[in-house]
């Protein structure tokens, strides 16, 4: 059974950081591009970052760039963001998220429809 499992999340101040984790199994972990998603309360699941299946290319969105940054350790089926300067709108349910077919090329960051497997979130709150 294919499963994602985002941890990391908490409670942090505006200008601290925090490091997601996504843990992968099920599904050949190496084949799969993995894209970061939020969702803050009353706004639609936005794409916040993408890595390729070998790690070799990345994406992020316009809000986030310069400040978070996406990795992955093929070998321990884990993928990671590391949000820095943190930010109020930063706040909201974070996801992983895998896909077989989608490319993250530089192009655009990931959709909702690209991916085909899910984790169920972390809560991500930036306040004072």
């Known amino acids: 059974q294919q499963q994602l499992v985002e941890s990391g999340g908490g409670l942090v101040q505006p200008g601290g950081s925090l490091r997601l984790s996504c843990a992968a199994s099920g599904f050949t972990f190496g084949y799969y591009a993995i894209g970061w998603f939020r969702q803050a309360p009353g706004k639609e699941r936005e794409g916040v970052s993408c890595i390729s299946s070998t790690g070799s290319d990345t994406d992020y969105a316009s809000s986030v760039k310069g400040r978070f940054t996406i990795s992955r350790d093929n070998a321990k089926s884990t993928v990671y963001l590391q949000m820095n300067s943190l930010k109020p709108e930063d706040t909201g349910v974070y996801y992983c998220?895998?896909?077989?077919?989608?490319?993250?090329?530089?192009?655009?960051?990931?959709?909702?429809?690209?991916?085909?497997?899910w984790g169920k979130g972390t809560l991500v709150t930036v306040s004072s």
């Open positions: 998220a895998a896909s077989l077919d989608y490319y993250c090329s530089g192009y655009r960051v990931p959709r909702y429809d690209d991916m085909d497997y």
